[in-house]
């Protein structure tokens, strides 16, 4: 009993609002996704020969145009119930 409890508390913890940092910086990386498709290309030599890798990722704001800057104030509010801390500054 006192361990489904505990699972529950800890749980219920999980689902609650982040803290502001926490927040802004999660929110952060979505409004950048925003912005425009993000990816990797990596490539490697090894004593079998070389390989490669690719991958693009592309998300729903993005494809739906939305305004980077309202995604990460919307973002924030939905998690901790209150505006940004600090303002977004997308570096690309």
Request: hydrophobic residues 35%; aromatic residues 4%; contains cysteine.
């Amino acid at each position: 009993m006192r361990h489904g409890i505990l699972t529950a508390v800890l749980l219920l913890a999980a689902c609650g609002p982040v803290s502001p940092e926490r927040a802004a910086d999660m929110c952060e990386e979505r409004a950048r996704a925003a912005t425009g498709p993000t990816g990797e290309i990596g490539i490697g030599v090894g004593s079998n020969g070389g390989s490669g890798s690719f991958e693009i990722g592309v998300t729903s704001d993005y494809l739906r145009g939305r305004d980077p800057y309202v995604v990460y104030d919307e973002c924030v509010r939905q998690k901790t119930g209150q505006g940004p801390i600090r303002p977004l500054v997308l570096e690309r």
